[in-house]
Structure formats: structure tokens, C-alpha cells
């Protein structure tokens, strides 16, 4: 006999693994440092400093700091806000998990909902400042994996926030109180 189901008391811990792989994308994020590259390799920057190499011939950097612009502070402060709620969201998944608090998941997603704006915030502004304001020459530039791990964990963060807001409605199925539903049974 062959039965196949859905352990929902085993299966809600997936969410704050998810969660915790949202953190480590945050962290990979705001410490790399390939937001940006060109396709000659002359010029790169990350999140707090662009670098520009004039003679390709010696591994002379000539770097300098975004944060003197108001639109890198706010794109850092941003990205740094959306990190701090993901924490605190990760820290209370386990407290609303642990424990029968289903009416703190709710709270959960609306506060991974705001760290999702606050992320998506940033990760608009920056390339569209960046362009405007720091690309000067006529190379192509690429948005390259570092930035992508800040979009990766904002969609992470979006789907988390949608179970959250949905778990309580499957309360009874959380706690045991109802049999495993079976797919497929098979005498």
C-alpha cells in the first residue's frame, strides 16, 4: 500500500529555512562586490564603492565611495532596513512556530512584505542612479551576480511573507487535531 501525504506539523519548519537562505542571500548582497561590471573589465562596484582602472596594463585601482552620494546612502540604508526586518522575521518564525502563536504569523508576512518594499526600493534605485550619475564610459555595463543574490533574496522574502499570511488558515492542520490528507491510496 502506498501512501503519500503532507505532514503539515514537519513541513513548517521549511519556512524559516527559507528564511534563513533569504539572510545568507542578504549577507552575500550587501558584502559583495559585483553589483556592477563592465564588459571590458576596466570598471566594477558593488554596493559602497565604485573602482575604475585606466591603464589596463598595471593593477592600478582608482576607487571611490558612493556613499558621498544621498542615492547610495539611501539604497544601503534601504537594503540594510530590509536585512534587520528579515532578522527579526526569522527570530520570531521560530517563537510563532515553537509555540501555538498562529497570530503572530500574520505579523510575520506584513513585516516581510515591508522588508520585500524597502528591498525592491534599493535594488530600483541604484541601477537607474548608477547609470545616470557614475557610468561614463561606453562599455556595457552588467548587472552581475552579487546584485542578482539582492533580487534572490527579496522573491525569497515575497513567497515567505505569502505563507505566512496564509498558514493560519490551516491552524488545525499545523497542530495534528486532523488526519493526514492522502493523495493517492492504494488496497
Known sequence: MFKCGIAYPRCKWILPLLLLCAIIFDIIALAGRGWVETDSGREYASLWHTCLNRNPNNDNWDCRSIMDYAWGRATAAMLI???IILIICF?????ALCMPQFTLLRLIGALLFLAVICQICALIIYPVRYTDELATRDDKYLYSWTYGFGWSSTIVMFGCGIFFCCL???EDELMGNVKTKYF????
Do not use: M, R, V
Open 81 to 83: 532596513i530590509g536585512f
Open 91 to 95: 527570530l520570531l518564525s521560530f517563537l
Open 168 to 170: 493560519p488558515n490551516y
Open 184 to 187: 493517492y491510496t492504494s488496497s
